[in-house]
């Protein structure tokens, strides 16, 4: 979910703290790969500066095949243009525990609490 591997680290432990079941992919691809194999979620937050394609890129090809899953964008980039993030929800970086909670929570109506969450990490490096 982001660059920092300490950031990440503290953005599933959150979740997880929320009580919900975190799966963690590298990359877009890495995270199609993850669906396509099966792996059941209720719940897709992607950062928007990942490798190999941006978070808006990756919601695309999820809705292509898995149209139900809401799909959070999280970004530290405040001022992207509306016609980029193409009406997905938005989490600004840095946020707190409270704010993460929120997101959900407004995405995830009719989602039992232990949902799926899987959190993509930006580009490292």
């Not at 982001?2 to 950031?7: E, G, H, I, K, R």
């Not at 193409?86 to 949902?115: C, D, H, M, T, Y």
């Amino acid at each position: 979910m982001d660059d920092d591997a300490l950031v990440l680290a503290n953005t599933a432990e959150m979740l997880e703290d929320l009580g919900h079941t975190v799966v963690q992919a590298a990359s877009g691809r890495e995270a199609l790969n993850v669906l396509r194999h099966g792996c059941d979620v209720d719940l897709i937050i992607t950062d928007h500066a990942m490798p190999e394609m941006t978070g808006v890129q990756l919601a695309a090809a999820i809705r292509a095949d898995w149209p139900d899953p809401p799909i959070i964008l999280v970004s530290g980039y405040t001022d992207l243009p509306e016609r980029i993030v193409s009406g997905l929800p938005r989490l600004n970086k840095p946020f707190s525990q409270a704010a993460l909670k929120r997101g959900v929570g407004e995405q995830s109506q009719g989602i039992e609490q232990q949902s799926q969450v899987i959190p993509f990490p930006a580009r490292q490096g």
